[in-house]
């Protein structure tokens, strides 16, 4: 028989004393699709980041079409043929250059390449790349004037100009709306008909359904199992977690309040000029989810109810008091919080700064109330960190340990705790289980509908599974307005 594309045996490394990874064996055939699960901290990242030469591994031996592989960097990776494309898509891109110039950028930095390209070459080559994907957008524009499916296509097409033998894909739905999502199955699809190997991170159960023809279950550094397609996903999350599953909701109905008026009263809100005007009531004590495409409104709804956007018309009321903010700081003193969708623009502070520990993180937002006259209460933020940290389950040395230093599911951990440090009367969540393993987005839904009793919550997703887990209700937006037409069937769902 051939030999795989890739073969990984008895892979290890080692951080100071913490094993990340323990004598991990994995292989992938050509045109097979391998799907990668773990829990965060698993050792699922830092397994990709040595196939794609930013780790040495301590111990083991790869090998790639038979032949030894230790890439040296990303580049060198890309060169023997493994291409891959991070869930965090401003790593790869540079947002300022345009899509051409970003499709180009390997062949710019690969050594011996030309010093100057003419622009029809630039374009020629930039167009061939985009057509492989699918990618239709005016080459001169601007990268970051493209919606976040579109760049993640272009970082996609570059990768591909390499004609990897391997393709990994880290999260690669995560941001996606479902039809884009399809469009990426189909040229995943395609790959596998013309033999590339690919390893796919994911946790999203459609994802795997769709496009697995195997998944590998990591714990603790090791792979603890392997199953094929068709995927028992129960017995996939108990190797997951090293557990058996529990029921994800606390037992009991939520207490929602019914006595007296809504805490949250929306009435004939238009939120686009071409969008229709619609009313919503929340009561205090339940979580609703918004669900819908990309593009559908969720996240406008949520930023104009947080005084980051304005609606063209309507009235929203709050504990029956108008609710209008001028500000983000305005609707924070009003006890109205929201978890922005792009966790490392809106939540967390960039590794450098000073200040950028997680007890830094939780206390920023209420640095006016908590520290009076400018001074800076250590002890009373370190606490509130403490407690988060033992609350959330976040995984790190301490509250001055630093989320950029952390898994992607802890620092959404960190995220979710900075609006739980204070009571909220409106806590807004824009794709909260975003980068969130199974295990964690348990725990996460569980601590929200713990704590949900004593203000209203708003959870925008676009994952249709997500929503039916976490809400008590949830209303489907088309267009920036419920389309009541879908908003009943999720309902007779839920």
């Known amino acids: 028989?051939?030999?795989?594309?890739?073969?990984?045996?008895?892979?290890?490394?080692?951080?100071g004393s913490s094993v990340a990874l323990d004598h991990v064996d994995l292989s992938i055939e050509a045109g097979e699709v391998v799907a990668l699960m773990g829990a965060n901290g698993a050792g699922k990242s830092t397994l990709v980041k040595i196939l794609s030469g930013v780790y040495r591994a301590d111990r083991g031996?790869?090998?790639?079409?038979?032949?030894?592989?230790?890439?040296?960097?990303?580049?060198?990776?890309?060169?023997?043929?493994?291409?891959?494309?991070?869930?965090?898509?401003?790593?790869?891109?540079?947002?300022?250059?345009s899509v051409a110039d970003n499709l180009l950028l390997d062949q710019f930095c690969a050594a011996g390449s030309p010093w100057f390209l003419p622009a029809r070459a630039r374009r020629r080559a930039a167009a061939q790349r985009a057509a492989r994907v699918g990618l239709e957008v005016d080459l001169d524009a601007p990268l970051a004037s493209l919606p976040l499916a579109a760049q993640q296509r272009v970082t996609i097409a570059r990768a591909l100009a390499a004609h990897p033998a391997l393709l990994i894909l880290d999260e690669p739905t995560a941001s996606l709306s479902a039809a884009e999502a399809e469009r990426l199955f189909e040229l995943i699809d395609r790959l596998r008909a013309e033999g590339v190997a690919t390893l796919l991170v994911s946790h999203r159960q459609g994802d795997l359904r769709r496009l697995a023809d195997r998944v590998a279950v990591m714990r603790d550094g090791r792979i603890v199992g392997e199953m094929r397609s068709p995927i028992d996903f129960d017995a996939a999350?108990?190797?997951?977690?090293?557990?058996?599953?529990?029921?994800?909701?606390?037992?009991?109905?939520?207490?929602?309040?019914?006595?007296?008026?809504p805490a949250l009263s929306i009435r004939g809100l238009r939120l686009r000029t071409d969008s229709a005007p619609f009313d919503l009531d929340v009561r205090r004590g339940e979580i609703v989810a918004i669900t819908g495409p990309v593009g559908s409104g969720k996240t406008r709804f949520a930023r104009t109810l947080f005084g980051v956007s304005r609606a063209m018309e309507g009235t929203v009321a709050l504990d029956g008091m108008r609710w209008q903010p001028r500000s983000p700081a305005a609707a924070i003193r009003a006890g109205?919080?929201?978890?922005?969708?792009?966790?490392?623009?809106?939540?967390?502070?960039?590794?450098?700064?000073?200040?950028?520990?997680?007890?830094?993180?939780i206390g920023f937002p209420f640095l006016p109330r908590w520290f009076a006259r400018g001074f800076v209460h250590e002890?009373?933020?370190?606490?509130?960190?403490?407690?988060?940290?033992?609350r959330?389950?976040?995984?790190?040395?301490?509250?001055?340990?630093?989320?950029?230093r952390l898994s992607g599911g802890n620092q959404q951990k960190v995220a979710l705790a900075r609006w739980h440090a204070e009571p909220a009367r409106l806590l807004l969540l824009?794709?909260?289980?975003?980068?969130?393993?199974?295990?964690?987005?348990?725990?996460?839904?569980?601590?929200?509908?713990?704590?949900?009793?004593?203000?209203?919550?708003?959870?925008?997703?676009?994952?249709?599974?997500?929503?039916?887990?976490?809400?008590?209700?949830?209303?489907?937006?088309?267009?920036?307005?419920?389309?009541?037409s879908s908003t009943r069937k999720l309902q007779s769902w839920g």
Not at 241 to 246: A, D, F, H, N, V
Not at 338 to 357: I, K, N, W
Not at 437 to 462: C, E, K, M, Q
Not at 465 to 474: G, K, S, T
């Open 237 to 261: 999350l108990e190797a997951m977690l090293g557990r058996p599953l529990r029921a994800v909701r606390p037992q009991g109905d939520p207490k929602v309040s019914h006595d007296g008026s």
């Open 392 to 404: 959330f389950g976040i995984r790190c040395r301490g509250p001055d340990d630093r989320p950029a």
């Open 61 to 97: 031996a790869l090998t790639l079409s038979g032949a030894p592989f230790e890439p040296a960097s990303p580049h060198d990776a890309l060169r023997c043929g493994v291409a891959t494309v991070h869930q965090a898509i401003a790593d790869a891109v540079v947002p300022t250059l």
């Open 336 to 361: 109205v919080f929201m978890l922005g969708e792009d966790r490392r623009r809106t939540s967390l502070f960039p590794d450098g700064v000073p200040f950028a520990t997680i007890a830094g993180t």
């Open 379 to 390: 002890r009373r933020e370190r606490q509130a960190a403490v407690d988060a940290i033992e």
């Open 430 to 484: 824009d794709e909260p289980f975003q980068g969130v393993d199974a295990g964690a987005r348990a725990d996460i839904v569980d601590l929200l509908r713990r704590h949900a009793h004593s203000r209203a919550t708003l959870v925008f997703v676009g994952d249709l599974e997500e929503a039916l887990e976490v809400a008590d209700r949830v209303v489907h937006f088309d267009r920036g307005a419920p389309d009541l």
């Open 1 to 15: 028989m051939p030999s795989p594309v890739l073969r990984a045996a008895g892979i290890g490394k080692q951080f």
